[in-house]
């Protein structure tokens, strides 16, 4: 019990506490632990609880979009995450991606990420790659190590208390992924693993304002993203397509452009159709987005999981 507290310099000042801060928090933290999914069973049921926390999943993708999906998960109980991303912090990011600050500029996405996650659930089985996902590496996540869409978990080898990995594979892949080459071979990859109703997928998150309008579809119902149109062309022209349906976080809402781009084309000249389609079009590499539209697209994935966990008891 405190003793006395005094302000000092705009400050609290403890002159007396006989229990030191870490004392209290290992005193306290089984207790905390318990508490910590108190809200989220009383909507699910503890059946439902448990099936979250041996769920795995893995998300590719761990930025604007990815990182909030991260974190949703592991708020809602998923009890096994991967997070894939070979990039690191910069300081564009921190406008719009969870584990972006002034203080983690420069680390690596993933590990800041990971410190983050195991700070909101100790107990979480967090695993950072720091990987680029592509035709070279897709083998080394092993995504196809599954039967009819199911873990297989009737023939995976106990590995120190755990399933192993390389055998279990998991339950739900998520693509958050920019690249349009990558994203659509994880696309095929994923959907040939997993199978139907296993893979989610994020489609094109920037130049966009408006929430009301972000909607979950299956892919090829997708309407008005670019993002989505470039990968039906590509896929159209290499004569290569998903082994099954799955469904997409999109928005039809039409791109804005960045004000920058069209300053630069036209100085500050009225704004006509032609300007700002030129402007889309140049702002490709460096597209301007909101974190209150990143992070729908981020919640709503994780809400996709959440469900079909939920619909699956």
């Given at each position: 019990?405190?003793?006395?507290?005094?302000?000092?310099?705009?400050?609290?000042?403890?002159?007396?506490?006989?229990?030191?801060?870490?004392s209290f928090k290992q005193s306290n933290?089984?207790?905390?632990?318990?508490?910590?999914?108190?809200?989220?069973?009383?909507?699910?049921?503890?059946?439902?609880?448990?099936?979250?926390?041996?769920?795995?999943?893995?998300?590719?993708?761990?930025?604007?979009?990815?990182?909030?999906?991260?974190?949703?998960?592991?708020?809602?109980?998923?009890?096994?995450?991967?997070?894939?991303?070979?990039?690191?912090?910069?300081?564009?990011?921190?406008?719009?991606?969870?584990?972006?600050?002034?203080?983690?500029?420069?680390?690596?996405?993933?590990?800041?990420?990971?410190?983050?996650?195991?700070?909101?659930?100790?107990?979480?089985?967090?695993?950072?790659?720091?990987?680029?996902?592509?035709?070279?590496?897709?083998?080394?996540?092993?995504?196809?190590?599954?039967?009819?869409?199911?873990?297989?978990?009737?023939?995976?080898?106990?590995?120190?208390?755990?399933?192993?990995?390389?055998?279990?594979?998991?339950?739900?892949?998520?693509?958050?992924?920019?690249?349009?080459?990558?994203?659509?071979?994880?696309?095929?990859?994923?959907?040939?693993?997993?199978?139907?109703?296993?893979?989610?997928?994020?489609?094109?998150?920037?130049?966009?304002?408006?929430?009301?309008?972000?909607?979950?579809?299956?892919?090829?119902?997708?309407?008005?993203?670019?993002?989505?149109?470039?990968?039906?062309?590509?896929?159209?022209?290499?004569?290569?397509?998903?082994?099954?349906?799955?469904?997409?976080?999109?928005?039809?809402?039409?791109?804005?452009?960045?004000?920058?781009?069209?300053?630069?084309?036209?100085?500050?000249?009225?704004?006509?159709?032609?300007?700002?389609?030129?402007?889309?079009?140049?702002?490709?590499?460096?597209?301007?987005?909101?974190?209150?539209?990143?992070?729908?697209?981020?919640?709503?994935?994780?809400?996709?999981?959440?469900?079909?966990?939920?619909?699956?008891?």
């Amino acid at each position: 019990m405190l003793d006395c507290v005094i302000v000092e310099h705009g400050r609290l000042a403890r002159e007396k506490w006989p229990h030191s801060i870490q004392s209290f928090k290992q005193s306290n933290i089984q207790t905390m632990e318990q508490d910590i999914f108190d809200r989220t069973e009383l909507l699910l049921g503890k059946e439902v609880m448990k099936r979250l926390q041996d769920t795995r999943v893995i998300i590719f993708g761990i930025g604007g979009v990815g990182s909030w999906c991260a974190e949703s998960l592991v708020r809602s109980g998923i009890g096994h995450l991967t997070i894939v991303d070979n990039d690191n912090v910069s300081v564009s990011n921190i406008n719009r991606q969870a584990m972006a600050t002034t203080e983690t500029v420069g680390m690596p996405k993933v590990e800041v990420m990971k410190k983050r996650l195991l700070s909101i659930n100790p107990d979480a089985d967090i695993i950072a790659l720091q990987e680029l996902y592509c035709t070279q590496t897709a083998e080394q996540f092993h995504l196809e190590n599954v039967e009819h869409g199911r873990l297989a978990r009737d023939v995976a080898e106990l590995e120190h208390g755990r399933l192993a990995r390389d055998v279990a594979g998991y339950d739900y892949v998520v693509d958050a992924i920019d690249s349009l080459s990558n994203k659509m071979e994880l696309i095929l990859h994923a959907t040939r693993a997993v199978g139907k109703g296993r893979f989610f997928s994020s489609m094109g998150a920037a130049l966009k304002m408006d929430p009301s309008q972000i909607k979950v579809t299956e892919f090829w119902d997708v309407d008005g993203c670019p993002l989505a149109r470039a990968l039906r062309k590509r896929m159209k022209k290499l004569g290569r397509y998903p082994a099954a349906k799955f469904r997409c976080v999109w928005s039809p809402e039409m791109p804005h452009p960045s004000n920058q781009a069209i300053e630069r084309l036209h100085g500050r000249a009225a704004c006509t159709p032609h300007s700002t389609n030129q402007a889309i079009k140049q702002s490709d590499n460096q597209k301007g987005s909101l974190v209150h539209i990143t992070a729908i697209f981020g919640f709503t994935l994780a809400g996709e999981i959440i469900k079909s966990v939920n619909s699956e008891w």
